[in-house]
Structure formats: C-alpha cells, structure tokens
C-alpha cells in the first residue's frame, strides 16, 4: 500500500519512481525510504558516493530519521517532489583494522563474541591512553548515531551539526568508565588487549570484520557521507521530545 500512494503520488508530480533503489546507478535526484530507522540508514548507505539524499517516511517504531510520519505520506512525499526539503550532509566514521576498512553514518561498535570471554578493550587518543577496561564492548558513535547503541550506554546526545563523535563503553566491569566526546580531527585508536579472543567490527549494526588479540583498529570523522533529506523547520531538539521524552521533567 505505500508502495503504491508513493508510486502515485510521484506519477502526479511528473516523477519517475524505480523500487529497490535500482536507479542510483542512472543519476537518481531523491530516494524515498519507506521504513524504520535501519530502513532509512540502509538507503542511506547505499547513496554514499551517488549524490542524491534520502527521504525517509516512518512505517517503524521511532523512526527518529524520518522526515515524515506514515500518517503523513501523501503531503510529505508531495513536498518532496515539489523540492520543498532541506538537505542534511550528515557526518560518518572510517574504520580501518588490519585486512580492511569500512565506513559508518551511526556507530562503529567492537563487541564480544557470543559465548567468548569478556572483552578487555583499550583505546587512545592522539596517541593517549585514555582507557582499558573489561566489558562487553565499545561503541564510537556520529552525532546521527548518538541516539542509538550510544544512547542505550548512557553515552551523552550529540545534535545534528556538532563535529566529534562520542566514545562509549558497553557494559563495563567498572565504577569509573565515563563516555568521551572525542575532537573531529583526532583518530581513535581501540585496542583489544585479550590473549585469546577477538571481538567483532560492526558498523551501524553489520559484522564487518574482527579485531584479533593483540591487534587494533582506528576509527576517524569523516564529513558528509550521508545526505538526509527533510522537511523545512525539522528541528533536532523537538524531534528528541517527541520520540524520546523530555530530558527532565
């Protein structure tokens, strides 16, 4: 059913709409993703490089990415068609580890295997050592990416527009562990100090890779990966109301 209403709607605009995101190859102007979050982050990463934005219309839980709600979609894709969005260039995280590299617009996370010992993760900064504890993980995270697996760790909120990403440990064996919010244009530099285990590379929630005992990886900024397309006025600091509560009441 949203398939067709978007079909349709595209059709009375003079647009022409190719599902499946199969026109990007041919100079495609807009996406539309019809979903969730990781819906919306996966069209997303598919348009990295291809120049046009996503336009996300919430069918999912929070959809926090979305520029308009399903209730909505008949007057917001009818917006959008008429190029009446306002176009984000959201910021990513390149991670790279001994036999490959990958680049995230939410968070890259090193996490313990199911089933393997617990994880002892260091990671520097500037060539700093900033931290080294037992735990479950850890999760570098864009200012996109902050109100996810970050914000599940009690890792600070970081608004659309600040550059930085914030560094936060999963579960970790300590009363000490504190998230981080590290500068755009330092490299951070994690380290699994485990004899035996290595832990898994995910970036916005697909293993990638994994960081051998011993071996490290680093995680750097990296400006305007992902385009995001919404509507006019969109406001960050309403949005984290509306789909997460106010932060004190």
């Given amino acids: 059913m949203a398939i067709e209403t978007a079909k349709a709607v595209a059709s ?3 647009w022409e709409l190719v599902e499946d995101g199969g026109a990007g ?3 495609a102007e807009l996406c539309i993703a019809l979903g969730g979050d990781g ?3 996966r069209a997303m990463r598919e ?4 120049g046009y ?3 996300g219309v919430n069918y999912g839980r929070v959809g926090f990415l979305a520029a308009v709600e399903s209730g909505d979609v008949e007057d917001g894709l009818r917006k959008a068609f008429a190029g009446e969005v306002e176009v984000l260039d959201l910021p990513g995280l390149e991670v790279t580890w001994d036999g490959g590299s990958s680049v995230g ?3 890259v996370g090193f996490l313990r295997k199911p089933h393997s010992g617990v994880a002892e993760l260091g990671y520097r900064i500037s060539g700093q050592e900033v931290g080294r504890v037992r735990c479950d993980g850890l999760v570098a995270a864009t200012p996109t990416g902050s109100t996810g697996y970050n914000l599940a760790n009690n890792g600070p909120i970081l608004a659309w527009g600040v550059e930085g990403f914030a560094v936060t440990y999963i579960a970790p064996h300590t ?3 504190r998230a981080l919010v590290v500068a755009p244009g330092d490299v951070l530099d994690v380290v699994n100090h485990r004899s035996r285990d290595s832990v898994e590379i995910v970036v916005d929630g697909v293993e990638v890779g994994e960081l051998a005992p011993g071996s490290g990886a680093d995680v750097s900024f990296r400006k305007g990966v992902g385009r995001l397309a919404q509507l006019p006025g969109a406001n960050f600091y309403h949005r984290i109301a509306e789909k ?3 932060l004190a009441s």
């Fill in 25 to 27: 190859e041919d100079g």
């Fill in 39 to 41: 819906t919306i982050l």
């Fill in 12 to 14: 009375s605009a003079g």
């Fill in 105 to 107: 617009l939410n968070d």
């Fill in 47 to 50: 348009a990295i490089g291809r």
């Fill in 175 to 177: 009363l000490t562990a």
């Fill in 244 to 246: 997460f509560g106010h």
């Fill in 53 to 55: 934005p996503v336009f």
